[in-house]
């Protein structure tokens, strides 16, 4: 059962929480495993820590207001092997919100409480090409289905403001069973 290290940028956007929404710019690292059930067929279970959120440009593009909400995602992906280099991904993948700050210009406001809904659900679909024996890059996009919205510290819900995580992922996958094997 070899393990992997992953490490890539984030597209990400949140589709409404705030007026004039551009894609942020972000990271994910974690760990997979890959269960394999057959040739052509594996399970690949990850643990991720990713960046979400927006961002957007006001008054004239002078002051930059954006959110990010840091995540820990477990995706349970199924593998297919098209060919010897070439994977196809398909799975959930299941969030927990770690944090949300709101930005405005370079002041960060911790807004954690206004975000309750701490988990979230989505489908990943992507590929995989493995490079060498134990480099491989992915492209991977999360559609998320949790409805994100804004509560007021009076607890009012502002649901004209909601919103659902949308992340496009490019990054490498480095395998720590090939890594030791060529070490003896």
Known sequence: ??????????????????????????????????????????????????????????????????????YLNLPLLVSFNADERTKF??????????????????NNIDVSANYPQRYDVGTLVGIEYRLSQFCSVEARYIYGFNTLYYEDYAGIRHLKTNGANRVFQLGLAFSMIHLKQNKK
């Open 1 to 70: 059962m070899p393990f992997t290290f992953k490490l890539g940028g984030n597209i990400a956007t949140t589709k409404g929480l705030i007026q004039y929404p551009k894609n942020r710019i972000g990271f994910y690292t974690g760990f997979s495993s890959e269960l394999k059930i057959n040739k052509k067929i594996s399970l690949k279970p990850e643990l991720i820590y990713s960046t979400k959120g927006e961002r957007a440009t006001v008054s004239g593009g002078d002051q930059t207001n954006a959110l990010h909400f840091n």
């Open 89 to 106: 991904l398909i799975g959930p993948e299941f969030g927990y919100l770690l944090s949300a700050k709101y930005i405005i210009s370079k």
